[in-house]
């Protein structure tokens, strides 16, 4: 089974800032996809960004960006140039591929970590 | 908007009850998942099905039940509630037909309070 622990419950900054929110998963499979999805006051589960376990290149979408550390089993979340917009909790989540065809099993989340972007 | 919709939005019933919500997936995609986020388990997988079949199951209680019907949109079926069920039901979908994407998009979800 796999575990994904996110060990920053909340964090604060300010507009404008850069901020870097951590997440560590455990597994023993090497086929696998991580994600970062933002749940905003709204409760509606948005997908940020998405990384292949494959791909060395760390993916990027606008300001989100990811460092991801295989060997350390790491995959941190950097918002850049943050706004009052991103005010959410973040989760990190993973998905083992299914080889048996007809999608992949069920994603695993972290416990989150709430995000406040301070004017 | 992520294209998959949920009915309700918001559910009140009483413990003992049977209640089910229905998701209805992104047009293209073949699987659907349901996932509940609740306070003290946070978002915990329940069940996957693809194009009819189920295919993985998690922490699903035996008074839960869900299936995918033809026209693959899917309903999850809770019964003999109780007040610990209350919590807010999202579902998912994923592969699409034509790109085999297997990123999963989520549905606003069902708020459910037993009472």
């Known amino acids: 089974a796999q575990t994904v622990t996110q060990s920053q419950p909340e964090m604060s900054v300010q507009e404008a800032e850069t901020v870097t929110l951590s997440c560590t998963y455990d597994t023993s499979e090497s086929n696998y996809y991580l994600f970062w999805y933002k749940q905003p006051p709204s409760r509606q589960m948005i997908l940020v960004i998405r990384q292949e376990a494959y791909k060395q290149q760390n993916a990027t979408e606008n300001r989100f960006s990811v460092n991801f550390q295989k060997a350390a089993k790491s995959f941190s979340l950097k918002i850049s140039d943050s706004q009052l917009g991103d005010t959410a909790m973040y989760f990190c989540a993973f998905m083992k591929l299914s080889y048996s065809g007809g ?3 069920g994603l695993t989340f972290g416990k989150g970590t709430h995000l406040i972007i301070q004017p | 908007d992520s294209g998959v919709t949920q009915t309700p939005k918001h559910l009140i019933t009483a413990t003992g009850q049977r209640v089910t919500l229905r998701c209805s997936p992104r047009s293209g995609d073949l699987s659907v998942y349901w996932y509940q986020q609740s306070l003290d388990q946070g978002l915990q ?14 922490n699903i209680l035996e008074r839960f039940s869900a299936q995918q019907f033809p026209d693959l949109h899917s309903e999850l079926n809770l019964s003999s509630l109780e007040l610990g069920d209350s919590a807010l039901y999202f579902c998912a979908s994923s592969v699409d037909a034509t790109s085999g994407s297997e990123t999963q998009y989520f549905g606003p979800g069902t708020r459910l309070l037993v009472l």
């Open chain 1, 103 to 105: 999608g992949a099993d």
């Open chain 2, 45 to 58: 997988f329940l069940i996957q099905y693809y194009n009819g079949e189920e295919r993985a199951k998690g």
